[in-house]
C-alpha cells in the first residue's frame, strides 16, 4: 500500500532533550516535506527536499533541522526542543514538487 | 511575506445545499495551486492540483476552477452532505515552497 509513515504518532519531552521524528514513503517520490499545525496559524512549511542531499528552508524552519541521505526518508530533527515546537507535525510527500502531496498520519508533539 | 487567503473562515449549510468557498493569493510566482480536504484527526487529502489559467478540474460533486491572472480559485460543493464537514484548504506551491491559506471551515447539518 502506497503510503507516508512517521514515527512517533504521539511524543512528551522535556525542553533540551534532542528528539527525532521519522518520515518514511514507499512511493519513490523525490519531493518530501515537513509542516506544522497550530491552531489560527494553519498548516505551515517547516522544511522541503526536492531530492537526495537537496534541502530548503519553509517558512518556519528555526530550530529544526532535516537530512535527506535516502529517497525514502525525511527525518524532522530538533536539537534542543522548546515549549513553541510543541504542536502538529505533518510529513508529506510527492512525485515532483508540484504534484499533489501524500501526508503523513501525523505526530502529536508536546515539550513541557 | 506571501499570503493566501481564503474566505469564509466557517460556513454551515443545510444537507443539499450548494456552497463555495475563495482562495486568494498574490499571481506572480505561481506554480500550482492546492486543494485539501481535513477532516478533524485525520490528514490533509488532496481534491486537486492545478496549474493553468482557467483550469476547472470535478471530482463527483466538488468542482474548482483557477484565475491565475486575478490571483484566485474557487471551490464549489454541489448538493452538500454531511460528510462533506471538513475544512478545505488551499495552497500556493511556488516549485516546492508551500503557502497554505487558513481554511474554510464547513459544516453540514442533516
Given at each position: 500500500?502506497?503510503?507516508?509513515?512517521?514515527?512517533?504518532?504521539?511524543?512528551?519531552?522535556?525542553?533540551g532533550?534532542?528528539?527525532t521524528?521519522?518520515?518514511?514513503?514507499?512511493?519513490?517520490?523525490?519531493?518530501?516535506s515537513?509542516?506544522?499545525?497550530?491552531?489560527?496559524?494553519?498548516?505551515?512549511?517547516i522544511?522541503y527536499?526536492?531530492?537526495?542531499?537537496?534541502t530548503?528552508k519553509?517558512?518556519?524552519?528555526?530550530?529544526?533541522k532535516?537530512?535527506?541521505?535516502e529517497?525514502?526518508?525525511?527525518?524532522l530533527?530538533l536539537?534542543s526542543?522548546?515549549?513553541?515546537?510543541?504542536?502538529?507535525?505533518f510529513?508529506?510527500?510527492?512525485?515532483?514538487?508540484?504534484?499533489?502531496?501524500?501526508?503523513?498520519?501525523?505526530?502529536?508533539?508536546?515539550?513541557? | 511575506?506571501?499570503?493566501?487567503?481564503?474566505?469564509?473562515?466557517s460556513?454551515?449549510?443545510?444537507?443539499?445545499?450548494?456552497?463555495?468557498f475563495?482562495?486568494?493569493?498574490?499571481?506572480?510566482?505561481?506554480?500550482?495551486?492546492?486543494?485539501y480536504?481535513?477532516?478533524?484527526a485525520?490528514?490533509?487529502?488532496?481534491?486537486?492540483?492545478?496549474?493553468?489559467?482557467?483550469?476547472?478540474?470535478k471530482?463527483?460533486r466538488?468542482?474548482?476552477?483557477?484565475?491565475?491572472?486575478?490571483?484566485?480559485s474557487?471551490?464549489?460543493?454541489?448538493?452538500?452532505?454531511?460528510?462533506d464537514?471538513?475544512?478545505?484548504?488551499?495552497?500556493?506551491n511556488?516549485?516546492?515552497?508551500?503557502?497554505?491559506?487558513?481554511?474554510?471551515?464547513l459544516?453540514?447539518?442533516p
Amino acid at each position: 500500500e502506497a503510503q507516508v509513515t512517521q514515527n512517533p504518532r504521539y511524543l512528551i519531552t522535556v525542553t533540551g532533550k534532542k528528539l527525532t521524528v521519522t518520515c518514511s514513503q514507499n512511493m519513490n517520490h523525490e519531493y518530501m516535506s515537513w509542516y506544522r499545525q497550530d491552531p489560527g496559524l494553519g498548516l505551515r512549511q517547516i522544511y522541503y527536499s526536492m531530492n537526495v542531499e537537496v534541502t530548503d528552508k519553509g517558512d518556519v524552519p528555526e530550530g529544526y533541522k532535516v537530512s535527506r541521505k535516502e529517497k525514502r526518508n525525511f527525518p524532522l530533527i530538533l536539537e534542543s526542543p522548546s515549549p513553541n515546537q510543541t504542536s502538529l507535525y505533518f510529513c508529506a510527500s510527492s512525485g515532483l514538487p508540484t504534484d499533489t502531496q501524500y501526508f503523513g498520519p501525523g505526530t502529536r508533539l508536546t515539550v513541557l | 511575506i506571501l499570503n493566501v487567503e481564503q474566505s469564509p473562515q466557517s460556513l454551515h449549510v443545510q444537507e443539499g445545499d450548494s456552497t463555495n468557498f475563495t482562495c486568494s493569493f498574490p499571481s506572480s510566482n505561481f506554480y500550482a495551486l492546492h486543494w485539501y480536504r481535513w477532516e478533524t484527526a485525520k490528514s490533509p487529502e488532496a481534491l486537486f492540483v492545478m496549474t493553468l489559467n482557467g483550469d476547472e478540474k470535478k471530482k463527483g460533486r466538488i468542482s474548482a476552477t483557477l484565475n491565475t491572472k486575478e490571483g484566485y480559485s474557487y471551490l464549489y460543493i454541489k448538493g452538500s452532505q454531511p460528510e462533506d464537514s471538513a475544512t478545505y484548504l488551499c495552497a500556493l506551491n511556488q516549485g516546492g515552497k508551500l503557502i497554505f491559506g487558513q481554511g474554510t471551515e464547513l459544516s453540514v447539518k442533516p
